[in-house]
C-alpha cells in the first residue's frame, strides 16, 4: 500500500464531509496503520471526571436494557473510575478471545480498519468529548468506541463475528460492495437489537453508548422492530442524525454469525440491481415486534 497516497485521499474525502473540513484527532503521530499511543497520563482529571459522568448515567441504564453479555462483560471491565488504560483492558481481552485494542487518532480508512479487525485488533478513538456533547455526539470518540464496543468483544462467537466482517470488507472493497456492508454493520453492531427472554435488548455500540437511544429503541412506539435479515438490511438506507427509524432483531450472536456466513458476492450484485429502502419502510409480509412493556 503506498501510505502517503492513500493518507491524502482518506483525509480530502474526511474534509469533505465533515462541516468544519478538518478531523478532531491529532493524526500527526500515527503509524502506517494509524495506531498511536494512547498516552494516558495526559488525561486531564476534568476528563476523567466527565467519563466518570458518562459511565454512571450509561451504568445506570445497561441492567434490562443491554444484552446480557454486555452487562457481564462491563461489570469485569473495572471502567468506571477514569477513563481505562488500553493496554490493562487489551491484556484481559486478549486472554478471552485473543483480541487486542489498538490506540487510534478518530476515523480511520476503510480498508485499515478492515485490516484491523480482520487481525483480531479493535481500534479505539483516543480522545473524550466535550462537556457540551455530553448527550451527543458526531465522531466516536473513546466513551462510544471503548464503552459501546468493547465489551462484547468478550463474547467468542461475535469476536469471532467481527473478525469475518473485516476479513468480508477487505473482500467488499474489491466488489463494489462496501454500501451494502456498511448498512450491515449500522444495523448490527451499531445499532443492533437482541431477543431475550424477558424480551428485546440492545447490543449495538451505538446504542449502548447513548443516553437517549438506549430507551428509545426499546420502549418507543415510533420506529419499526423487523426480524434481522442480510438481503432486506443491505437493502435500507440509514439515518446517522437521528434516532433510527428502524431497528433489525437477531435471534442470538450465533443467527448473526451464520446468517453471515455466505459468500456475499452474488448478494452485492443482485443489490446493485435493487432499488434502495427508506429507513423507515415496513414491506409486505414483514412483521413489526413492536416495543417492550413495562420498562421505566
Ligand atoms: N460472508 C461475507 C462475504 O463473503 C463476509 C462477512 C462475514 C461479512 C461476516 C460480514 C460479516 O463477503
Ligand atoms: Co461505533
Same mark, same amino acid.
Given at each position: ?14 474534509t469533505e464531509k465533515s462541516d468544519s473540513g478538518t478531523l478532531r484527532g491529532d ?31 450509561? /451504568? %445506570? *441504564? ?8 454486555? +452487562?457481564? @462483560?462491563?461489570?469485569?471491565?473495572? #471502567?468506571?473510575? $477514569? ?98 456492508? /456498511? %448498512? *450491515? ?8 437489537? +437482541?431477543? @431475550?427472554?424477558?424480551?428485546?435488548? #440492545?447490543?449495538? $455500540? ?49 443467527q448473526l454469525f451464520n446468517d453471515t456466513a455466505p459468500d456475499f458476492a452474488p ?30
Amino acid at each position: 500500500m503506498n501510505t502517503a497516497v492513500d493518507q491524502a485521499d482518506f483525509f480530502k474525502t474526511l474534509t469533505e464531509k465533515s462541516d468544519s473540513g478538518t478531523l478532531r484527532g491529532d493524526y500527526s503521530q500515527a503509524d502506517e496503520q494509524y495506531v498511536v499511543k494512547q498516552n494516558w497520563g495526559a488525561y486531564t482529571s476534568e476528563q476523567h471526571a466527565l467519563w466518570r459522568k458518562l459511565y454512571e448515567r450509561q /451504568a %445506570r *441504564l445497561v441492567p434490562d436494557r443491554a444484552c446480557d453479555v454486555f +452487562i457481564d @462483560s462491563l461489570a469485569k471491565m473495572n #471502567a468506571s473510575d $477514569a477513563i481505562p488504560h488500553f493496554d490493562r483492558t487489551s491484556d484481559a481481552l486478549y486472554k478471552v478471545t485473543g483480541w487486542r485494542l489498538v490506540a487510534v487518532p478518530g476515523l480511520v480508512p476503510d480498508l485499515t480498519f478492515f485490516e484491523h479487525l480482520a487481525n483480531r485488533r479493535f481500534p479505539v478513538t483516543v480522545w473524550l468529548r466535550e462537556p457540551s456533547e455530553f448527550d451527543y455526539i458526531v465522531e466516536p470518540d473513546v466513551f462510544h468506541d471503548f464503552f459501546g464496543h468493547v465489551p462484547l468483544l468478550f463474547n467468542p462467537i461475535f469476536a469471532d463475528h467481527m473478525q469475518e466482517y473485516g476479513k468480508g470488507g477487505l473482500k467488499a472493497l474489491k466488489l463494489d460492495g462496501l454500501t451494502y456492508l /456498511a %448498512r *450491515l454493520y449500522w444495523y448490527t453492531v451499531e445499532f443492533g437489537l +437482541i431477543e @431475550s427472554p424477558r424480551g428485546l435488548r #440492545a447490543y449495538g $455500540a451505538g446504542i449502548l453508548s447513548s443516553g437517549g437511544e438506549i430507551e428509545y429503541c426499546l420502549t418507543s412506539p415510533n420506529p419499526r422492530r423487523i426480524p434481522f435479515e442480510v438481503e432486506r438490511v443491505m437493502r435500507t438506507l440509514y439515518k446517522i442524525d437521528s434516532y433510527q427509524e428502524t431497528y433489525f432483531v437477531i435471534r442470538d450472536f450465533q443467527q448473526l454469525f451464520n446468517d453471515t456466513a455466505p459468500d456475499f458476492a452474488p448478494l452485492y450484485e443482485k443489490l446493485k440491481t435493487l432499488e434502495a429502502l427508506p429507513a423507515d419502510s415496513l414491506l409486505a409480509g414483514e412483521i413489526d415486534l413492536g416495543p417492550n412493556r413495562g420498562l421505566s
